[in-house]
């Protein structure tokens, strides 16, 4: 489904950075606290400095449009065999190599700016016209356009429709609370057990989705996925270090382990079902919700 083009682009104003001197400004919606002169641009590629101010110029730029069901966000437990009126966006704050979205989270420079724009009443107009009982953000990075995702969820709150965020968690924890308390129901990324691998090869932080999960267990209907990534995430102690920290919040927090498949840069052989089995039964010991998936060649 093509997002239509509903107005001209227009630049917004980001909510969460600080002005520094010489016209300088600091970001502090995630981890990566971009500190930027006029004309930059940030690590995730859609928040520059305009004249001494964050501005957004791809607020409202769509990069996709689907009717899913929502167990393929994956969400389980919330509103189970229901569909959800789904949108993306562009560009992503971390740079995993196996990126299964990588088409829109690191799209060719400029594409992002000739898409469709599509402002946040359009968007919940279009879930309600769908007949969905439910408006997600989510394929590529949904939290590095807070601002948008924040008016669309307010609007979609109002038209009683529930709303539902797939994220990688790298959000920072005051940005994190206002979206959250709008947000219905979430599923969120642990990419690894490894701080040292989230941060020289997926560009993450570990700790920040730490504390993203923990905050949005209090606000939120919470699911965790994990994607089994040879050389990332293929050893069963980190499997029991990821149970752990998911059970000291709540052994009920379903918790969706999934097959990896060659993508993007990365060209490792995908584990064998076998294979992740062995991996996965940690899981199985400390928390009560465990899903396994099956690798697509075994299916």
Not at 66 to 83: C, N, Q, R, T, W
Not at 167 to 192: F, H, Y
Not at 233 to 239: A, G, M, V
Request: charged share 20%.
């Amino acid at each position: 489904m093509k997002p239509d083009l509903t107005e001209e682009p227009r630049q917004a104003q980001a909510a969460f950075f600080q002005v520094l001197d010489d016209s300088r400004v600091q970001c502090v919606l995630c981890h990566h606290a971009c500190v930027l002169k006029p004309g930059q641009w940030g690590i995730c590629k859609v928040r520059t400095n305009k004249a001494g101010t964050l501005s957004i110029p791809l607020y409202g730029h769509i990069s996709s449009l689907a009717i899913d069901p929502v167990e393929k966000k994956p969400l389980l437990y919330f509103m189970h065999g229901s569909y959800t009126f789904s949108a993306g966006f562009w560009h992503c704050n971390m740079k995993c190599p196996f990126c299964q979205n990588w088409s829109i989270s690191h799209p060719n420079p400029g594409i992002a700016k000739r898409t469709a724009v599509l402002p946040p009443e359009a968007l919940v107009q279009k879930a309600l016209d769908s007949g969905c009982p439910s408006v997600s953000l989510t394929y590529s990075e949904p939290t590095i356009h807070i601002e948008y995702a924040l008016e669309t969820f307010k609007i979609a709150k109002a038209a009683n429709l529930a709303t539902i965020l797939v994220t990688n968690g790298s959000i920072c924890a005051e940005p994190a609370q206002s979206l959250l308390k709008l947000t219905d129901a979430v599923n969120v990324d642990i990419k690894t057990a490894s701080e040292e691998r989230y941060r020289s090869i997926l560009g993450g932080d570990l700790q920040t989705v730490k504390n993203f999960i923990q905050i949005a267990y209090q606000y939120s209907h919470l699911e965790v996925t994990s994607l089994l990534v040879p050389g990332i995430l293929d050893q069963p102690d980190e499997i029991r270090i990821i149970a752990e920290f998911l059970a000291s919040i709540s052994p009920q927090i379903p918790f969706h382990i999934t097959p990896y498949h060659p993508d993007f840069n990365y060209t490792q052989a995908p584990l064998t079902y076998r294979q992740m089995q062995e991996i996965a039964k940690p899981a199985y010991e400390l928390l009560e919700c465990v899903h396994l998936y099956r690798p697509w060649q075994d299916r």
